[in-house]
């Protein structure tokens, strides 16, 4: 396997080492993180970019709880690019490093 593109640390953190909790927590990050990252996708795609806006929002937490270093800046530069209805190749870009690395990160979380 690829290296890790995730860290529990914060999430070991939070949880005082409680491994029923991280455990809980993946799972949580596993059943919506992927249909939300659908949404976002969608949400470009048909240039709804309040709903993407709204969207990157609910998703940032998620990539600082998990670690997904690659894309934390992607993920705030998304938000902000939605906010401002800049559907343009910048944000393309930085959908795509996002969807490319939570896609390796899902899998990763579910084989761990």
Do not use: C, W
């Not at 059943?31 to 240039?47: D, F, M, R, V, Y």
């Not at 939605?82 to 190749?89: H, T, Y």
């Amino acid at each position: 396997m690829a290296d890790r593109v995730y860290d529990l640390i914060q999430l070991e953190e939070l949880s005082g080492g409680d491994q029923d909790f991280i455990n809980m927590m993946v799972d949580t990050f596993l059943e919506h993180t992927p249909g939300q990252l659908e949404e976002l996708i969608k949400a470009q795609a048909s240039n709804d970019m309040v709903t993407f806006g709204a969207i990157s929002h609910k998703i940032k937490p998620n990539i600082d709880m998990f670690g997904i270093k690659k894309i934390i800046q992607d993920i705030r530069d998304l938000e902000q690019l939605g906010k401002a209805g800049q559907n343009n190749s910048e944000l393309q870009t930085k959908l795509a490093n996002v969807q490319a690395e939570l896609t390796i990160a899902f899998e990763q979380l579910r084989q761990r």
